[in-house]
């Protein structure tokens, strides 16, 4: 049997070398497609480039500080978290009768000396 375009349009083969008119003419709908994604492909990358260089930037600028002040910045979080539960901001308050028996122990077990003992003692008494 011998094939003619004929025949191939006969048997439904589809020539897919031939570009098919596109709602902007007769170019091709593929082409269409890339122009029209290609201006809000650039800006789209342009914006996703410049927010990473931004987290990058803020990360550098992040380790820095901290390494700066003393801390590791994998666990910042956590020696943060740790000092804020030990200071004396978030112990409860000890009463001035408590502060002034522990100012007497410490006399009392010569840790501090009677001067000391003396400038505590009225620090703690005219404390509001």
């Known amino acids: 049997m011998n094939f003619t375009e ?24 593929m082409n269409d497609l890339v122009v029209g994604f290609g201006v809000f492909g650039v ?13 990058v930037f803020v990360a550098v600028r992040n380790y820095k500080a901290s390494k700066n ?3 590791d910045p994998f666990t910042l979080q956590t ?7 030990k200071s004396q901001l978030l112990a409860p308050r000890q009463s001035r009768e408590q502060r ?3 100012l007497e122990d410490l006399l009392a077990r010569r840790v501090i000396t009677p001067e ?3 400038q505590a003692r009225m620090k703690i008494l005219t404390e509001d």
Not at 8 to 24: I, K
Not at 43 to 55: D, L, N, Q
Not at 80 to 85: K, N, Q, S, T
């Open 6 to 29: 004929d025949s191939l349009d006969d048997q439904g083969f589809v020539d897919f070398g031939t570009v098919q008119p596109g709602p902007f003419g007769d170019s091709n709908p």
């Open 43 to 55: 800006v789209f990358v342009i914006a996703f480039v410049a927010v990473i260089g931004f987290i």
């Open 69 to 71: 002040a003393g801390l």
């Open 79 to 85: 020696e943060l978290a740790v000092r804020a539960a």
């Open 100 to 102: 002034l028996a522990e």
């Open 116 to 118: 000391e003992h003396q």
